[in-house]
């Protein structure tokens, strides 16, 4: 069954952003909706993470859990999934200050 999906990326390679396009659309620059089956959903994902490079996706999609859906992320990013018994929460990593010489 179908579901829908949406995939936001910061600084990803252009082929990816093309990837992407073909099977969701763009309503805002690097975020991506649309509606596909989970096996088109975690292809495309495995497509995303893979060629990430220096920029960062996040993926949220219905699941059959608490909140109602999953959330995936690749790339460094200053915010971390974190799973507490189920329950995904978002933490905050502090900024790096940079060293005085």
Do not use: N
Not at 1 to 11: D, F, G, K, R, Y
Not at 52 to 62: E, F, M, N
């Amino acid at each position: 069954m179908a579901s829908m999906i949406v995939i936001a990326t910061t600084a990803v390679p252009d082929h990816v952003r093309g990837a992407l396009t073909r099977w969701l659309v763009e309503p805002k620059a690097g975020v991506y909706v649309g509606t596909v089956s989970a096996r088109v959903r975690d292809e495309l994902w495995t497509a995303v993470a893979a060629c990430i490079a220096d920029g960062a996706a996040v993926c949220i999609h219905p699941a059959d859990t608490e909140q109602g859906f999953q959330i995936h992320t690749a790339g460094e990013r200053r915010r971390h999934v974190l799973d507490f018994d189920g329950l995904q929460l978002i933490a905050l990593q502090p900024q790096q200050t940079p060293e005085p010489p």
